[in-house]
């Protein structure tokens, strides 16, 4: 018998999307639409059954009632089942929305201890737990036997993969024990970058990862995967799906002396690394290189400019004051007085947070020079 399912994990339902300003709001909705938008290509893909491995809300305290409801109704209005692994964000407890009434067709584990739900028309045995708090110390796939019989085995966990040698406190599993379990698949979350399946032993393994990111330590293209699996075969396939993504964009910029040049050379390059798609991304953009003692960087102007092209985009100005130390050398004016006590004080910066603000220092001076400097001014 083969089975077609879906694996997914980590929406984070409610979560407050920091550092995209005002974009945050919008982003939220969009973690809500991916959802719906995964349960639409599961139905068109015709799976017999989809598997959630935690997290699926942020925080079930914070939840809104509209968004428990939204995610209830969509479940109930597929044509296949269900399961749910409550995650360390969306423990089981007294006052989660898991304790409330879901679908016929939705399947929660509310226990810390591995447990299982047979499906006898598809041959299958899912196995999963629930975190009943924030953290879960105990091996849960230790120990486990399974039943010798024809059903296929798979296991829905919220879990952290490990070598083993240190403390774990997000439902530890061991390669060791991957290996002895003998399921026929993990589908584990958690981890919110996705990892290509693999084997121990005849156990198959993967991480889907989070379907929409929700900060710049989630970069790229996010999805979930679609899986076929028999009692010995296993195949699997990701699905991008993620409506934009995280990017970081790291910017030489020596030798421009233009904010607009700046714009247009960031513009290009984010055409350049992510084709049609650059303009729904959001981008942490960090300049870096030397420039002129005579050339200020006004973030703000190219953070609108790029704002009216892409979804969000903010600025990081690590660039570096450009001095020519032979030509310093037979200058005498304030200036060239400032700029040899700020080198000397940026050489001998203890760390290089002091070796920052000593730059910072600089450029901040040297704009002083031209320019009235105001206090909140970056
Ligand atoms: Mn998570």
Redesign the pocket.
């Known amino acids: 018998m083969e089975i077609k399912f879906a694996h997914t994990s980590?929406f984070?339902i409610g979560a407050k999307c920091k550092g995209i300003g005002n974009k945050s709001e919008i982003r939220k909705y969009e973690i809500t639409n991916a959802f719906i938008n995964i349960l639409k290509i599961s139905s068109k893909e015709n799976i017999d059954i989809l598997f959630i491995a935690?997290?699926l809300f942020d925080d079930t305290k914070g939840i809104q009632e509209e968004d428990i409801n939204i995610v209830k109704k969509s479940l109930g209005d597929v044509n296949f089942n269900v399961v749910i692994s409550p995650?360390n964000?969306d423990p089981f407890t007294s006052d989660s929305p898991y304790c409330s009434q879901w679908p016929n067709n939705v399947f929660i584990f509310k226990d810390d201890k591995l447990d299982f739900i047979e499906f006898n028309d598809l041959k299958l045995r899912v196995w999963g737990h629930a975190f009943k708090s924030a953290y879960e110390r105990n091996h849960l796939l230790k120990d486990v036997k399974l039943p010798q019989d024809d059903f296929i085995n798979i296991c829905v966990m919220h879990g952290n993969l490990f070598d083993g040698n240190n403390n774990n406190a997000y439902a530890p599993i061991t390669y060791d024990e991957v290996k002895n379990c003998c399921m026929d698949y993990i589908a584990l979350?958690?981890i919110?970058k996705k990892s290509e399946p693999k084997y121990v032993g005849k156990t198959c393994y993967t991480y889907c990862g989070?379907p929409e990111a929700t900060g710049f330590d989630e970069t790229g293209e996010k999805g979930f995967y679609i899986g076929k699996i028999s009692k010995n075969f296993c195949n699997l396939t990701f699905k991008s799906c993620s409506k934009r993504n995280y990017e970081v964009l790291n910017l030489d910029i020596t030798n421009l002396e233009s904010d607009f040049d700046i714009a247009e050379l960031i513009i290009m390059e984010m055409k350049k690394n992510y084709k049609e798609k650059y303009i729904n991304n959001i981008y942490k953009v960090v300049l870096s290189g030397e420039i002129s003692e005579n050339f200020f960087i006004n973030t703000l102007k190219i953070e609108t400019y790029l704002n009216d092209r892409v979804f969000f985009a903010s600025l990081s100005d690590n660039t570096e004051t450009r001095v020519d130390i032979d030509e310093l050398k037979f200058r005498n004016d304030f200036k060239s007085i400032f700029i040899k006590k700020m080198m000397l004080k940026i050489e001998n910066s203890k760390n290089d947070y002091e070796k920052n603000i000593n730059r910072q220092a600089l450029k901040i001076g040297l704009r002083a020079f031209r320019e009235e400097v105001k206090y909140s001014d970056n």
């Open positions: 980590d984070h935690g997290d995650g964000h979350g958690h919110h989070c």
